[in-house]
């Protein structure tokens, strides 16, 4: 079984450009949240989607959003890039966030790595 | 606010011996409690996740959950090098929001 996909893996963007990062979750997982993680930083929750619908969004400004399609593929799209947004974006997957384990268990995808410059 | 607490570290541990990861959580409603491991410059990988008071043993890996006092703590026997990872707490409160700590540093020592 496929994993949590997520692309491109690297990317190098100018300062005041917009980035879309892409998602494919395990098949057959419905729930899909992404989160911010800089060197030393812990985890910081961006959003959650579940069919289509923005479920739990975290702390960050307007300029951070996301969207899930049908096929429970997700983006989230960056715009106007400061340097303050390098960092690791993980996207994770799980059948469903409700409810106890395993159905609420999430997965990490290897992660996109963003350089603003 | 709902918080989850990990002692940061770093965590140093001989090989061979036993390392203990705790993490405390302030929701006394959470019902999901998981460990993840994350080595440098890689995503988190699921440990294992428990949900019933008492030890859940995988492996060299035990999980212990006392919703009482509200801790999770996992237990790694015969520690290896290649364990030396961050180990990510993370709580699924009572409403439905997985909180994270900021992760435990630990270094096994050959």
């Known amino acids: 079984k496929a994993g949590v996909t997520q692309t491109p893996r690297y990317l190098i963007k100018t300062r005041g450009q917009q980035v879309t990062l892409s998602c494919s979750p395990i098949s057959g997982h419905r729930s899909v949240s992404w989160y911010q993680q800089t060197p030393g930083q812990g985890l910081q929750f961006l959003f959650e989607?579940?069919?289509?619908?923005?479920?739990n969004k975290g702390n960050f400004p307007g300029r951070f959003s996301g969207r899930q399609f049908s096929n429970s593929r997700s983006e989230m799209n960056v715009s106007t890039l400061e340097l303050g947004d390098s960092a690791l974006y993980l996207c994770a997957s799980s059948l469903d966030s409700g409810g106890l384990p395993p159905g609420n268990t999430i997965y990490f995808g290897e992660g996109s790595w963003l350089t603003v410059v | 606010q709902k918080e989850v607490e990990q002692n940061s570290g770093p965590l140093s541990v001989p090989e061979g011996a036993i390392a203990s990861l705790n993490c405390t959580y302030s929701d006394r409603g959470s019902q999901s409690f998981f460990w993840y491991r994350q080595y440098s410059g890689k995503s988190p990988e699921l440990i294992m996740f428990?949900?019933s008071n008492g030890d859940k043993e995988d492996g060299r890996f035990t999980a212990q959950l006392n919703k009482a006092s509200q801790y999770v703590s996992l237990l790694i026997r015969d520690s290896q090098p290649s364990d030396s990872a961050t180990y990510l707490c993370a709580v699924k409160g009572s409403n439905y929001q997985l909180i994270w700590g900021a992760g435990t540093k630990l270094i096994i020592k050959p």
């Open positions: 428990i949900y």
């Open positions: 989607y579940f069919s289509e619908t923005q479920r």
